[in-house]
């Protein structure tokens, strides 16, 4: 008998154990695990120790053994150079085991970190899966990122090899890789051995041998590797989460728990089975790339996209119509920004009915707060369940979400529905008291967390207890605040810095900024709290506008400050909304609420790594200036 969402989550937390070594004989181990659990050391606690697998073997090998090799595993889609491909577990299989023993040749060993660079090309996750197959950790930097970033990540992990790209692109414009990578090698105090280079066709580089080797080159005498046998407790890879200041925190993954997770969110989460076209549409320098670009649907032995462009200008706000389109996709997941840009760009969905849509069941949100317009424009556009869900990178797979493939739960608005299996969240207030339903305060996660969340930091054992598990004793501290009202669904509200205290009363920028989203005429916004003698800190709107809109922005400006004091109250004191061209973004698409904060408010900041368009910032701050939130010095 199929057990109800309500009973398989309650299993998972009364009983880890028990449920988790279920949901681990749904991989291949070399050596099944007999301890699933180690909680001898909190908060370091180790799952499945003593199994031995390959996350390689269970991305690729495991399907072929199975006689699947035939099917498609990898889509490859390049708006943006016009390329397409198409590649199956055996194709891909053999590309992997032919570049990891290049990497071998290059002294690449077990243990061993490799830093990928690289745009999204299918050699990219070809080297991330080349290093799973022999036992070298992966750390995949996001292509174009500042000379000064790349060098960070090379010292802290120590890499021996760097894979990379001449260059990559971007809607009307070329990044060349060589001067970032230069500037990056000259100041890196660590000294990678070996540069591979990959070649783009019409934008090759010359190379400087002996330190740098193409992509070709490196094939030409590699030989088809094995996978090595790996610990459960071993590393996959490490992603550095980008930090506005101090050294970028090294997440590490372990090898056994990831597996094990990843697999089971495919069908349980996504309801994705192992004949279905999945698509994430993000890049594999964040996390949502990795775990559900590459290894979730390579895990479940599904087919999953490539896709090297933008959701709009490549070449319009049609594209992702496109590509599910034409290669039948059955879900998508990208993070809400994407879609307020579908929306700022085509509102009505003009470009939607020219595609046929028939294959798509579900589209899911992650990253950033999704708005409750956005999700109702997508839901009267696509006529599919459109579900917002929350996790981090530190988890590397949703804390909350709709879990589809166990049982449909019924929409909330706003909220990212309730814990998935394996998460005990609670909400606790600043005087360390559990809240009640409704009440809000900081979003924690009762320990251990489940397998596939990060065990550790890279050589910050130390930093990672500090850091994440110190404040609230036995909980995983999120950042995130919110509230979990009576039926148990999670209400992720703002970051934990971005509560603003407003004479003594705690705002969330998030709840604010539903309000402001609402405008039939504001496509995204964010809000931010400055400083105010009177009252402590005052929120403030920034609005973004979709395309056509014939309204003065002065009307728009006060009709926003309206609803937000209808709907939030006098006491949010609203009263400056400002219409700006564009936010300054990262390019995983979250606002820099925070940059936008310190400008305003005259402290130092330091030019976020991730931003997408430094150019922005100059804009952000002659609109303050304009509106006299920033007052110009003389």
Request: aromatic share 10%.
């Amino acid at each position: 008998m199929k057990m109800d969402f309500k009973e398989i989550y309650q299993k998972s937390i009364s009983k880890p154990e028990e449920f988790w070594r279920e949901v681990s004989n749904d991989i291949f181990w070399f050596k099944k695990p007999t301890k699933i659990l180690n909680n001898n050391k909190p908060p370091f606690y180790k799952w499945f120790e003593d199994g031995i697998t390959n996350s390689c073997y269970n991305a690729l090998d495991i399907h072929i053994d199975e006689g699947r090799g035939d099917k498609t595993a990898l889509i490859y889609d390049s708006p943006i150079t016009g390329n397409k491909a198409k590649f199956t577990f055996k194709q891909l299989k053999d590309k992997v085991s032919k570049f990891a023993g290049a990497l071998s040749n290059q002294g690449v060993s077990k243990g061993d970190r490799v830093i990928i660079y690289m745009p999204m090309v299918p050699e990219a996750v070809i080297a991330m899966l080349a290093c799973g197959r022999i036992g070298a950790i992966h750390s995949v930097v996001f292509g174009g990122f500042a000379s000064n970033e790349l060098a960070s990540r090379i010292d802290d992990s120590k890499a021996k090899v760097l894979v990379t790209a001449s260059c990559g692109f971007e809607p009307g414009r070329t990044v060349e890789y060589r001067p970032l990578i230069d500037g990056a090698l000259k100041l890196a105090k660590h000294k990678v051995e070996k540069v591979i280079f990959f070649q783009r066709q019409g934008h090759e580089i010359n190379l400087n041998p002996p330190i740098e080797i193409s992509w070709d080159e490196s094939l030409s005498n590699a030989k088809d590797t094995d996978c090595v046998e790996m610990g459960s407790n071993e590393f996959a890879y490490i992603l550095y989460t980008s930090g506005t200041t101090g050294v970028p925190k090294g997440i590490v993954r372990d090898i056994g728990g990831h597996i094990v997770a990843l697999k089971w969110t495919m069908k349980n989460i996504y309801n994705i089975d192992a004949n279905d076209v999945w698509w994430s549409a993000s890049d594999i320098g964040w996390i949502v790339g990795h775990s559900y670009i590459v290894y979730a649907p390579l895990f479940k032995g599904c087919t999953t996209v490539l896709f090297e462009g933008k959701p709009v200008g490549t070449p319009d706000a049609g594209v992702f119509w496109r590509v599910i389109s034409e290669h039948k996709i059955k879900s998508l997941f990208t993070a809400p920004t994407a879609f307020r840009a579908i929306k700022k760009e085509d509102p009505e969905g003009k470009f939607f009915s020219k595609y046929d849509l028939s294959s798509f069941e579900s589209l899911f949100l992650a990253g950033e707060r999704a708005d409750p317009d956005t999700i109702k424009w997508a839901e009267n556009l696509l006529k599919v369940p459109v579900i917002d869900h929350w996790w981090q990178t530190e988890t590397s797979w949703a804390i909350s979400s709709n879990c589809t493939g166990i049982q449909m739960q019924k929409t909330k608005y706003g909220s990212a529905c309730k814990a998935v299996p394996g998460y005990d969240v609670k909400i606790i207030k600043p005087d360390q008291s559990l809240a009640k339903p409704n009440e809000m305060g900081d979003i924690v996660v009762k320990l251990p967390l489940p397998p596939g969340t990060f065990p550790t930091l890279w050589n910050a054992d130390k930093r990672y207890e500090e850091n994440y598990m110190s404040n609230y004793k036995g909980y995983y501290q999120t950042y995130d605040a919110g509230h979990i009202d009576e039926d148990g669904y999670i209400w992720i509200m703002s970051r934990t810095d971005d509560i603003i205290n407003v004479a003594g009363h705690r705002l969330s920028t998030g709840q604010i900024e539903e309000v402001l989203s609402e405008h039939q005429s504001v496509a995204e916004c964010a809000v931010i709290g400055i400083k105010d003698q009177l009252k402590g800190q005052l929120p403030i709107g920034l609005i973004a506008l979709k395309a056509g809109v014939k309204k003065d922005n002065q009307t728009i400006s006060k009709e926003c400050i309206q609803m937000v004091r209808d709907k939030v109250g006098p006491v949010a004191a609203f009263k400056i909304a400002i219409v700006v061209k564009r936010l300054p973004k990262t390019r995983s698409g979250k606002v820099l609420r925070g940059t936008i904060r310190k400008i305003a408010d005259k402290e130092e900041y330091k030019m976020p790594a991730t931003i997408d368009d430094p150019t922005i910032l100059n804009e952000i701050t002659e609109d303050l200036k304009k509106n006299n939130i920033l007052k110009s010095d003389i």
